[in-house]
């Protein structure tokens, strides 16, 4: 099972949905980084469920515990050791050898044997609280750098926001659907809740755009900036893919219509437009780097439906009870976007643009 991301920059997330706790261990983060649990803990407060009427019920603080790696708020450069204590675990809606659709049961059975049916284990998406740990880690480096990581859910169903990169700044953690766009904003929690009601769930898209991301970031030929976001956030449980800038409708395009042309102002260049998405050869060009990702519905649902036991091999039904997110989108955003921070960070410490041993 492999549980590390990162070259340079590592993440180490451990625990599972209903142990006794989850957490992560970064390595490589550089010493004299001021750091503090509150920081932490704010993004952490991002992915909490429990929050509202469109996040699962369960009541977890998810309170951070730093182990190691920071000494008066301060890194030293040694591995940081974050902890989240599970406090509201309740197992007893899951049944022990019914496999749910949608899940990870089935694969984990095959491949190792067994599953932790209760809510998932490692494939839970409570996995995630050590990727946002990370995330924290590494935002904080990007802040000594014009770099900044900004996101907020563009779609739910066929309902799509628009808003400026001002409103994604400025409006995206205002509401509880993390839309930026307060003129969809309304339809977006009615069709949630509508799905709700019939005991079902719903996806969407997720839009990311870095600003001001540094030229040189990307490593070819098979570490090319595209390469490790794809593979960051596509590891994600709920991700069922990605693109970046024009996306799939870049094979509709004429090259003529692709390319983006490069012109020259005060002897700088520039783009014409970015349907790159800010890369080219796997590099960053220094344009916004743009792209959007498409989350499934939550698997677990308060419909019937067809499955199997494992132990009886036979045909069964299956009826999803507790407590789950009718639409995952809104607690997935600061998970893809603390992707996005430790590949930047990563990549960056891989080109030489950012410390590895002491921040200045």
Do not use: W
Request: glycine fraction near 10%; proline fraction near 4%.
């Amino acid at each position: 099972m492999s549980n590390t991301f990162g070259e340079l920059f590592k993440l180490t997330t451990f625990g599972e949905s209903h142990g006794e706790a989850v957490g992560a261990v970064i390595d490589g983060c550089p010493a004299d980084l001021e750091i503090t649990r509150d920081f932490i803990q704010k993004e952490l407060d991002k992915r909490k469920p429990g929050q509202s009427e469109f996040y699962s019920s369960r009541k977890e603080k998810d309170r951070v515990k730093i182990l190691s790696g920071i000494f008066k708020q301060k890194t030293i450069g040694s591995p940081i050791a974050l902890l989240v204590e599970n406090r509201d675990v309740d197992s007893s809606n899951y049944e022990k050898n019914r496999i749910r659709p949608g899940h990870a049961d089935y694969t984990y059975h095959k491949k190792y044997g067994h599953f932790d049916y209760r809510g998932s284990g490692r494939a839970s998406g409570r996995e995630t609280v050590g990727r946002v740990c990370g995330g924290a880690i590494a935002n904080k480096i990007l802040e000594h750098t014009p770099m900044g990581v900004y996101g907020h859910v563009k779609k739910i169903d066929e309902i799509e926001a628009n808003p400026s990169l001002k409103q994604i700044k400025e409006n995206t953690y205002d509401n509880d659907l993390r839309c930026a766009d307060s003129k969809k904003l309304e339809e977006m929690k009615k069709q949630v809740r509508e799905v709700q009601q019939k005991n079902d769930s719903i996806g969407g898209e997720i839009e990311i755009v870095v600003t001001s991301p540094l030229m040189g970031f990307g490593e070819p030929v098979f570490d090319k900036i595209e390469a490790k976001l794809s593979h960051a956030i596509t590891s994600i449980g709920a991700v069922k893919g990605i693109k970046f800038g024009a996306g799939f409708a870049s094979s509709k395009k004429l090259g003529s219509k692709m390319n983006d042309e490069i012109r020259v102002n005060k002897d700088q260049a520039f783009f014409e437009k970015n349907d790159s998405g800010g890369m080219l050869g796997g590099i960053t060009t220094g344009q916004k780097i743009h792209f959007r990702v498409p989350v499934k519905p939550t698997p677990s649902i308060g419909k019937k439906q067809q499955t199997i036991d494992i132990e009886e091999m036979k045909e069964k039904e299956i009826k999803i009870e507790g407590r789950h997110d009718p639409c995952i989108c809104p607690r997935i955003l600061p998970v893809i976007e603390s992707m996005t921070r430790l590949v930047l960070v990563d990549l960056g410490m891989l080109a030489d643009k950012l410390p590895t041993n002491q921040v200045e």
